[in-house]
C-alpha cells in the first residue's frame, strides 16, 4: 500500500490548512503528491501565490513542491490517504466544539474509496475518532470502517511560531483501527522524519496521549500562576524565586502567564468532558483551568490597584495594552486571553488602546469588536506588555516611555529589569 504512494501512483489529501495542516502538507508534498484541500477561498488563493499568512511558512517556498490547492472538494477524488488537521475549539460553555471535525469527516464520506485510509489529527477525546468521526464517513459513504476503508489517528505537534520543532524533526505518534494500518501510516510520517516514529496500541492511547500532552502543561502552568498570587501578596518577586529554583537540576522551567489558544487553554476542556461522561470529577484538571482562565481578570484588577494607589482617577485613565495574540510572534488571536485584561479594565471606565502589529485589524475587530491602533502616541496612565512579540522586546525603552508621571508598567512576562524603570513608574508583574 506504502509502495503506491511513494511511487507517486496515489496521492495524499491534506484537510484544513490552517497552523497544524499546512506546514504538514508542506513536508509531505517533499515525499508524495499531495493536495491541500481548505474551505476558505482567501486561504488557498493566498497559497497558491506561495504566501501562508500563519507565518509557519514564510521563509520556505512550498511551490516548488507537487502540490494541487483548492477549495472545491471535488478535487478529493483523486486522493486515497485523508488526512484532516481541521481545528477541534470549544464552545461558550467549555464543551467540544466538533462542528468541522464532524464536517470534515462528512466530506470525506462523499470522496473516500474502497481500500483508502483516513487519519485524524485533530485534538479529541479518547474514542471520539472511531465513535464520532468513522460513523460519519459511513453513513455518507455507505462504506463499513476497517472493512471497505481504513482509519487512522496521528496527533499533531505544531507549536505556532516555533521554527525549531517542526513536523520534520519531530517524533511522531501514529495509531490505526488495524496493526497493517498503524504499520502503513509509519512509513507514511517515518518520510518526513527520518522514522521518528512511535506506534500507540490503539487510537484510543494515541487520542488520549495527545490531550494529556497539554493537559500537563496546563497544570504546571496553573500551579506558577497560583504562586505568583501567593508571591504577590507576600511582596516577593516571581521571577526572582524561579530564578533562583531553577538551579536546581529537575526543576521544570515553567512560568506564570496567560493560557490562551487553541491547545493548551483549550484540549483539557476536551479530557474532562469526556471524564464526566463517564461519571468521574476531574478536580485538578478543573482547578487548574479555573486558575489559568482567571489570570486576564486577576492582571487587570492588581494592575488598577497600582493606579489607585499612585493616586490616579481610575475612571476615565488611560491603558495601553501591548498584543493581542495569543501567543509571542504569532498572528494568531484566537482565544487571546488578553482580550479579558481589556474587557476587565474598560469595566473598571479605563479608556484601552490596543496595539499589536502582528495580529490583522479585521480579525481582531471582527472577533473581539475591538480597533486596534496605528501605533502608540500618547503617554498612558497603565502600559502592559501582554505578549512579549520579539519587535515589541527590542523597542522596550520606547514603550515604557509611553508610561505616565506616576503611571503603573505591568511586565506579564517579567521581561523587564524595574531597577532600569524611571524612578516615577510604579512596577508590577506575575
Same mark, same amino acid.
Given at each position: 500500500m506504502?509502495?503506491?504512494?511513494?511511487?507517486?501512483?496515489?496521492?495524499?489529501?491534506?484537510?484544513g490548512?490552517?497552523?497544524?495542516g499546512?506546514?504538514?502538507?508542506?513536508?509531505?508534498?517533499?515525499?508524495?503528491?499531495? $493536495?491541500?484541500?481548505?474551505?476558505?477561498?482567501?486561504?488557498?488563493?493566498?497559497?497558491?501565490?506561495?504566501?501562508?499568512?500563519?507565518?509557519?511558512?514564510?521563509?520556505?517556498?512550498?511551490?516548488?513542491?507537487?502540490?494541487?490547492?483548492?477549495?472545491?472538494?471535488?478535487?478529493?477524488?483523486?486522493?486515497?490517504?485523508?488526512?484532516?488537521?481541521?481545528?477541534?475549539?470549544?464552545?461558550?460553555?467549555?464543551?467540544?466544539?466538533?462542528?468541522?471535525?464532524?464536517?470534515?469527516?462528512?466530506?470525506?464520506?462523499?470522496?473516500?474509496?474502497?481500500?483508502?485510509?483516513?487519519?485524524?489529527?485533530?485534538?479529541?477525546?479518547?474514542?471520539?475518532?472511531?465513535?464520532?468521526?468513522?460513523?460519519?464517513?459511513?453513513?455518507?459513504?455507505?462504506?463499513?470502517?476497517?472493512?471497505?476503508?481504513?482509519?487512522?489517528?496521528?496527533?499533531?505537534?505544531?507549536?505556532?511560531?516555533?521554527?525549531?520543532?517542526?513536523?520534520?524533526? $519531530?517524533?511522531?505518534?501514529?495509531?490505526?483501527?488495524?496493526?497493517?494500518?498503524?504499520?502503513?501510516?509509519?512509513?507514511?510520517?517515518?518520510?518526513?522524519?527520518?522514522?521518528?516514529?512511535?506506534?500507540?496500541?490503539?487510537?484510543?492511547?494515541?487520542?488520549?496521549?495527545?490531550?494529556?500532552?497539554?493537559?500537563?502543561?496546563?497544570?504546571n502552568?496553573?500551579?506558577?500562576?497560583?504562586?505568583?498570587?501567593?508571591?504577590?501578596?507576600m511582596?516577593?518577586?516571581?521571577?526572582?524565586?524561579?530564578?533562583?529554583?531553577?538551579?536546581?537540576?529537575?526543576?521544570?522551567?515553567?512560568?506564570?502567564?496567560?493560557?490562551?489558544?487553541?491547545c493548551?487553554?483549550?484540549?483539557?476542556?476536551?479530557?474532562?468532558?469526556?471524564?464526566?461522561?463517564?461519571?468521574?470529577?476531574?478536580?485538578?484538571?478543573?482547578?487548574?483551568?479555573?486558575?489559568?482562565?482567571?489570570?486576564?481578570?486577576?492582571?487587570?484588577?492588581?494592575?488598577?490597584?497600582?493606579?489607585?494607589?499612585?493616586g490616579?482617577?481610575?475612571?476615565?485613565?488611560?491603558?495601553?495594552?501591548?498584543?493581542?495574540?495569543?501567543?509571542?510572534?504569532?498572528?494568531?488571536?484566537?482565544?487571546?486571553?488578553?482580550?479579558?485584561?481589556?474587557?476587565?479594565?474598560?469595566?473598571?471606565?479605563?479608556?484601552?488602546?490596543?496595539?499589536?502589529?502582528?495580529?490583522?485589524?479585521?480579525?481582531v475587530?471582527?472577533?473581539?469588536?475591538?480597533?486596534?491602533?496605528?501605533e502608540?502616541?500618547?503617554?498612558?496612565?497603565?502600559?502592559?506588555l501582554?505578549?512579549?512579540?520579539?519587535?515589541?522586546?527590542?523597542?522596550?525603552?520606547?514603550?515604557?516611555?509611553?508610561?505616565?508621571k506616576?503611571?503603573?508598567?505591568?511586565?506579564?512576562k517579567?521581561?523587564?529589569?524595574?531597577?532600569?524603570?524611571?524612578?516615577?513608574?510604579?512596577?508590577?508583574?506575575?
Amino acid at each position: 500500500m506504502f509502495e503506491d504512494f511513494d511511487k507517486g501512483l496515489k496521492k495524499i489529501a491534506v484537510v484544513g490548512l490552517g497552523y497544524v495542516g499546512m506546514p504538514l502538507l508542506y513536508h509531505l508534498s517533499k515525499h508524495f503528491k499531495t $493536495i491541500g484541500f481548505d474551505l476558505k477561498k482567501e486561504r488557498i488563493e493566498e497559497l497558491k501565490k506561495g504566501i501562508d499568512s500563519t507565518g509557519e511558512l514564510n521563509s520556505v517556498n512550498f511551490l516548488k513542491y507537487d502540490i494541487l490547492f483548492s477549495n472545491n472538494e471535488a478535487v478529493l477524488d483523486d486522493a486515497n490517504l485523508f488526512i484532516v488537521a481541521v481545528p477541534t475549539p470549544i464552545d461558550n460553555h467549555k464543551l467540544p466544539n466538533l462542528k468541522a471535525l464532524l464536517s470534515a469527516s462528512e466530506t470525506v464520506g462523499k470522496h473516500i474509496k474502497k481500500g483508502d485510509t483516513v487519519v485524524f489529527e485533530s485534538t479529541v477525546y479518547p474514542t471520539c475518532t472511531m465513535r464520532e468521526c468513522a460513523p460519519v464517513i459511513e453513513k455518507t459513504s455507505n462504506l463499513k470502517a476497517c472493512e471497505d476503508f481504513f482509519v487512522g489517528y496521528s496527533p499533531e505537534r505544531i507549536n505556532p511560531g516555533d521554527k525549531i520543532h517542526t513536523p520534520d524533526k $519531530i517524533a511522531k505518534v501514529v495509531s490505526g483501527c488495524t496493526r497493517e494500518v498503524a504499520e502503513f501510516l509509519a512509513k507514511i510520517y517515518g518520510k518526513i522524519n527520518n522514522n521518528s516514529i512511535f506506534i500507540a496500541e490503539s487510537i484510543e492511547t494515541a487520542e488520549a496521549a495527545k490531550v494529556i500532552e497539554n493537559t500537563q502543561r496546563d497544570l504546571n502552568i496553573a500551579l506558577m500562576n497560583e504562586l505568583s498570587k501567593i508571591f504577590n501578596i507576600m511582596g516577593i518577586n516571581t521571577y526572582s524565586v524561579l530564578k533562583a529554583a531553577k538551579t536546581k537540576w529537575n526543576f521544570l522551567p515553567f512560568e506564570p502567564g496567560l493560557v490562551g489558544g487553541h491547545c493548551i487553554g483549550v484540549d483539557p476542556y476536551y479530557l474532562t468532558y469526556k471524564a464526566q461522561e463517564i461519571g468521574y470529577n476531574p478536580e485538578v484538571i478543573l482547578a487548574g483551568r479555573r486558575i489559568n482562565d482567571s489570570m486576564g481578570k486577576h492582571v487587570a484588577k492588581e494592575s488598577v490597584k497600582k493606579l489607585i494607589k499612585s493616586g490616579k482617577t481610575v475612571l476615565g485613565a488611560r491603558a495601553l495594552v501591548l498584543g493581542i495574540t495569543f501567543k509571542e510572534n504569532v498572528p494568531d488571536t484566537r482565544n487571546s486571553k488578553v482580550i479579558d485584561i481589556v474587557k476587565e479594565l474598560k469595566e473598571f471606565g479605563l479608556n484601552v488602546d490596543v496595539y499589536d502589529s502582528l495580529a490583522s485589524k479585521k480579525e481582531v475587530k471582527e472577533e473581539y469588536g475591538i480597533d486596534l491602533i496605528d501605533e502608540p502616541k500618547n503617554r498612558y496612565d497603565i502600559v502592559i506588555l501582554a505578549v512579549k512579540h520579539e519587535n515589541f522586546l527590542k523597542s522596550i525603552k520606547d514603550f515604557i516611555e509611553f508610561t505616565d508621571k506616576n503611571g503603573v508598567f505591568v511586565d506579564i512576562k517579567g521581561v523587564v529589569d524595574k531597577n532600569t524603570l524611571r524612578d516615577d513608574i510604579i512596577y508590577w508583574g506575575l
